[in-house]
């Protein structure tokens, strides 16, 4: 394993159903990328417990390369998400250790890709300046396939991350993207909280303007999953039921 | 096969080799992706040689539901890449006839999602304008793989396609997508056409100021890919060497 040379931060992506009524990790994980992933002995990840059962479901499809127990699990700091994530660089260096040493060492996320829409930004960053080769392996995006769902343009996008709770500045924000989607052309993206996605739902109808485009895509690569995408006017003639506990992401063409 | 009910439109994603120099399709695709890939009989694709090319592939691991010489494979109108697609309404629905017929439909693109960053959106949003389900498949996003390899900001992101060709106009472009990426605190992506490659990291490290930091991304998932971010001030000491024929993402985000 160590020949003295440093080993590589592998971002390894994650299902996307959360552990929760799991998908066959088969259904959307490729063979290659599991082979990976079990022949890791160093994690750098979200949450540990979760990184665990993770860790669980590799190994049913494919022999891990040590006893669970004897896997390394260190977690990122914690940061809300969508908040700048803040640790001194020394964090950041610590946790690299194992790939400074000689290790390869895998970054994962709660679901997707790591460093996408998630945290481990920064300690992709700090790889590179370490100087460690960054391998990003192939897997699902909830945004990319929410946009590839909506029919919108994917040839020019925005993904802008949670908008504000609060219902005056949340509005303001939304007739903000929607005159930024039409003046650039630009699809613009954003995700919530599940629980918070009936009332982000409401609010889209309430704030939009008729002709906008408006897609939700709910559940992706799960078999209760839905996704659809109509002009504001149609959708207030059938508003969507949003499920409390599904991640959405939501996406806006402005004509 | 066909109940009365109508088909469904499948997102089936590509690898991202370009079928030069393969990498295996399990490397890349999930297990379950190539099942339901398998299974179609009906595709629309951007271009039909290498679609043909892509399930030999799949067939190769998984067989497929009927022979290749009884797969029915429409090729999307043609657009030049980065310019808006343009076919009348009538075309999208001849294209969607299998799924309107109660068959399920594929949709695949050269490379990675279809409908993002690549055509096929417009057959998307026709199908929703149908009523047909969309389905998108779990698989490799060029973009995402290189924001996530990035470490820059994957909170806040803009895709913003090609940039001018026009070396005055591109350079006005770089220095607009700086000046608003320090504003929004944004991360910009783009591409190129490989062969355009070097002039455009040329461009770069001309036209951004010494402090932003650059990504660069060629080759993903293949074994000849590398990544690498680090400050324009950096890269000016050690350009890249920029293969012609690898496609590559940017990324840049400005302090």
């Known amino acids: 394993m160590n020949d003295g040379a440093p080993g590589r931060l592998l971002l390894v992506p994650n299902t996307l159903d959360h552990g929760s009524d799991p998908v066959p990790i088969e259904a959307v994980l490729a063979r ?31 022999p891990l390369g040590a006893p669970l127990q004897e896997i390394t699990i260190a977690e990122l700091p914690r940061a809300r998400k969508g908040s700048g994530e803040q640790a001194p660089a020394s964090a950041w260096t610590a946790l ?43 897997g699902p995006s909830a945004l990319m396939l929410a946009l590839a769902a909506s029919g919108l343009d994917g040839q020019s996008f925005a993904f802008v991350g949670y908008l504000p709770q609060e219902a005056l500045a949340r509005e303001r924000r939304l007739r903000e993207l929607e005159a930024l989607s039409r003046r650039q052309r630009q699809t613009q993206l954003f995700i919530e909280t599940p629980y918070r996605n009936a009332a982000l739902a409401a609010a889209l109808l309430a ?26 006017a149609d959708w207030r003639r059938t508003p969507p039921a949003m499920p409390d506990r599904l991640p959405a992401v939501f996406a806006l063409l402005a004509d």
């Open 207 to 232: 704030a939009l303007q008729p002709s906008t485009r408006l897609a939700i895509a709910c559940g992706l690569t799960l078999p209760n999953g839905f996704n659809r995408c109509c002009r504001v």
């Open 32 to 62: 290659g990328v599991l082979e990976q992933a079990a022949a890791l002995r160093h994690w750098v990840v979200e949450d540990a417990r979760s990184a665990r059962a993770f860790l669980k479901r590799v190994g049913a499809v494919t």
């Open 96 to 138: 690299l250790q194992p790939a400074l040493a000689g290790h390869d060492l895998g970054l994962l996320s709660e679901a997707g890709l790591p460093a996408v829409a998630d945290p481990g930004a920064q300690l992709v960053a700090a790889a590179h300046e370490a100087g460690l080769r960054v391998l990003p392996l192939a």
